[in-house]
């Protein structure tokens, strides 16, 4: 009979999972972990639910970090990040092989075995979701002045983007949200940036956008097209660049002028005058 | 006698007109400089760069591109914007620039601006108009983002050294591979005026590294370096010509990067040459091939070509083609070969052979491990040996491999001019059967 631990799909679930199987005293071949929501349950299983426990999960990091090192605690948390039914069991079986050895740092090479494997790729699938991100964020200027921006991320990738703009825009008030899993990064101006969790995108109250917004983003639109060189046009490279699933969230590709009563040639004449009221 | 239409024009219209002005030129990336934001400004800087967007053609969009005026007093053949054209023209004013940078920037549109311009008036009038701009851009709108300015050849030493604390990157294009070229198609350009601004960023930036290992937060020059771009194709030079200047600009310039554009003809001159197969972006990306394998591989120049070889064979990639000609050198077996042997290998790059070689020390490898640590197999396979065996019966001859490595149904990069004169014969082939 094998144990299942079914546990949330989140960092700090997974470890717990991680703590109870081991807990659980049953041997390592007698327990798996899974992360995913499929109920599609198997014969000659027994299902135990995991309760998410920061304090359980916090152990297990620590213990990770002391004994395997900062490289395996970075692989193991970006991993977590990415969707994979089968990450949650390589996370553990990474975890018991590492505390194992005599050295837990050798962990990250042992690329000959599979699980290890699945969970590097999985740290560069995330790594290289969070990059795109990082790029392919639009915010939008609202009437208070603040910056709003909406993904869609595959991958949880909202708390590797944050400290990047934290860095990057530290004076302005900014907020980037979710729209997949509900969750907001905020940051307020000068101050640190926190998750803020079960943000529905309908019941929030968004300001209408700044006079300027239509303005740089009609700019922003004609700067992209007139870049482009005809001579070399390449439509798929493009495509394999930047595929279509992210263009939605992206200002260059949204159809021109649609929202907003601020024409075109009013909302340059408010760009200007605003110029010179600050003069 | 001077004719100039003054005509009021809205940012918008300079934009499109700058923008496109500037769209030839290739250089935009945004990487080689990690800067933290000092808490008080806008922006940062990471090491690996990022784009932002890319645009129809598929190259990336991570910079702001733009010139600062494309009212250029000099007449060189290629470009769109030489003094004979009749193109519209525009130049911003340095609080231009700085609203369109920050706007963009605070949108995340862009990592930063990349500032080139047309000589207006003279070399330094011009240098002192970017340094002006890059100034206000940095001091007075507290700007820490990426920026990438062109050094204008000619221009006073002074002025581009200010220039050169203020941007991160500092360029100067060669334009065209060799010096005789460069008579015919741009008679006001000259080499040596060229290299003068390059060299001197470069002497500057080796005093500079002995000043920060002095005083940690003495102001830095030029940290993400130097580049320089090519023309290819606009006249008659050889691969190993255009080859052989890029590895001395790497050598003894110490060149970040050097970038080849394929020539686009945008103006009728009988100097310049017809393309009728559009501008040559094989050839083009054979060259980048090549310049990786100089900066990453180990590979020299004389190796890929030579004399009586001057040009890449465009059906392969530049390290195909010489490990092809390298056969006594292969197999390599992957267990035990050093890093640098396996990097000549095709199919296994710089990743897969750091790779190889942290997990040989651990465990056997084997081929279906290889091909999961990222490996092409498609074409390593002719060349390597694992564990002291061959994949499958391979023979070692330049005629089979050549035959296999074509035989794929790889894709031809984009561009690739003709198809093979071969093709799949047809039960229908024959031209008096009709339906």
């Known amino acids: 009979m094998i144990r299942v631990f079914r546990c949330e799909d989140t960092l700090t679930g997974i470890l717990t999972g991680v703590y109870d199987a081991w807990d659980s005293r049953l041997g390592h071949a007698n327990v798996r972990l899974t992360s995913s929501a499929v109920e599609n349950l198997e014969l000659f299983c027994e299902y135990t639910d ?27 948390a970006y991993a977590a990040a990415c969707p994979h039914e089968k990450k949650a069991d390589a996370i553990y079986r990474m975890i018991v092989m590492g505390l194992h050895l005599p050295d837990g740092r050798e962990i990250c090479h042992m690329l000959t075995c599979p699980e290890v494997r699945l969970i590097f790729e999985l740290r560069r699938k995330a790594w290289h979701i969070a990059h795109r991100y990082m790029g392919f964020v639009r915010f939008r200027e609202l009437e208070n002045g603040g910056l709003f921006a909406v ?74 097209r007139a870049v482009g060189i005809e001579e070399r046009e390449n439509r798929r490279l493009q495509q394999a660049f930047l595929p279509l699933k992210f263009r939605h969230i992206m200002t260059e ?27 | 006698m001077e004719y100039r239409i003054v005509q009021e024009m809205d ?6 007109i700058l923008a496109d002005a500037a769209k030839y030129d290739v250089a ?17 800087c990471i090491a690996a760069g990022i784009c932002h967007s890319f645009s129809s053609d598929g190259r990336c969009i991570s910079l702001l591109k733009i010139l600062f005026t494309n009212e250029c007093i000099f007449d060189c053949k290629y470009c769109i914007n030489r003094r004979s054209n009749d193109v519209p023209r525009a130049s911003f004013t340095p609080q231009e620039v700085c609203d369109l940078t920050m706007g963009f920037y605070r949108r995340n549109y862009i990592e930063g601006l990349f500032l080139s311009s047309g000589i207006i008036k003279s070399p330094d009038a011009t240098m002192e108009l970017l340094c002006q701009t890059l100034y206000k851009l940095r001091r007075e709108y507290g700007f820490q983002g990426y920026i990438h300015v062109k050094a204008i050849p000619g221009a006073d030493p002074a002025i581009v050294e200010r220039t050169g604390y203020l941007a991160d990157r500092m360029s ?16 006001q350009k000259q080499r040596s005026k060229m290299l003068a601004p390059i060299r001197q960023v470069q002497q500057r930036r080796t005093e500079n590294r002995q000043e920060l290992a002095l005083y940690r937060h003495a102001p830095r020059f030029v940290p993400a370096g130097q580049s320089t771009q090519m023309i290819i194709g606009a006249s008659g030079e050889s691969d190993l010509q255009i080859l052989k200047t890029a590895e001395h ?6 060149m970040k990067r050097v970038f080849y554009s394929a020539f686009v003809r945008v103006n009728d001159d009988s100097l310049l040459p017809a393309l009728p197969g559009g501008p ?54 992957v267990m035990r070969a050093d890093y640098q042997t396996l990097l000549k290998v095709p199919g296994i790059g710089v990743r897969s052979a750091q790779r190889i070689v942290k997990a040989r020390r651990l465990g056997t490898l084997d081929y279906q491990l290889l091909k999961k640590m990222g490996v092409v197999l498609k074409r390593a396979v002719f060349f390597i040996t694992c564990g002291g065996r061959q994949m499958y019966p391979v023979r070692l001859e330049e005629d089979y491999i050549l035959r296999n490595l074509l035989d794929g149904k790889e894709r031809l990069p984009y561009g690739a001019g003709k198809e093979p004169a071969y093709r799949q014969l047809s039960l229908f082939d024959d031209p008096r059967f009709s339906v």
């Open chain 1, 253 to 279: 590709f949204q159809d021109q002028e649609s929202q907003d009563g601020c024409g075109d040639v009013s909302a340059g004449e408010c760009f200007r005058m605003a110029k010179i009221c600050e003069k």
């Open chain 1, 50 to 76: 995991v309760e998410p426990d920061a304090e359980k999960a916090g152990k297990v990091f620590r213990t990770v970090e002391r004994r395997m090192g900062m490289e395996a605690a970075d692989m193991i």
């Open chain 2, 280 to 333: 040559p972006l094989l050839r083009e990306h054979r060259l980048y091939q090549a310049d990786w394998l100089l900066r990453f591989y180990g590979f020299h120049t004389e190796e890929l070509l030579s004399e009586e070889r001057p040009d890449f064979n465009v059906f392969l990639d530049p390290k195909c083609d010489w490990a092809l000609r390298h056969l006594e050198l292969f197999p390599v077996e």
């Open chain 2, 11 to 16: 940012l918008m219209q300079k934009l499109e």
């Open chain 2, 249 to 254: 600009m790497y050598r003894s310039y110490e």
């Open chain 2, 28 to 44: 935009c990336t945004s990487s080689g400089v990690d800067r933290k934001n000092t808490g008080g400004g806008t922006g940062n």
């Open chain 2, 172 to 187: 100067v294009n060669l334009e065209l591979p060799t010096e005789e070229a460069l008579q015919i198609l741009a008679p």
């Open chain 1, 151 to 224: 993904i869609e991320p595959e991958a949880d990738v909202l708390a590797m983007i944050a400290p990047h703009f934290a860095d990057r825009l530290p004076l302005e008030h900014w907020a980037i949200l979710d729209r997949i899993r509900d969750r907001a990064a905020v940051h307020p101006a000068g101050k640190n940036w926190f998750l803020l969790d079960e943000v529905d995108e309908k019941s929030l109250s968004m300001p209408a956008d700044s006079c300027e917004e239509p303005y740089f983003q009609r700019l922003w639109r004609g700067f992209h």
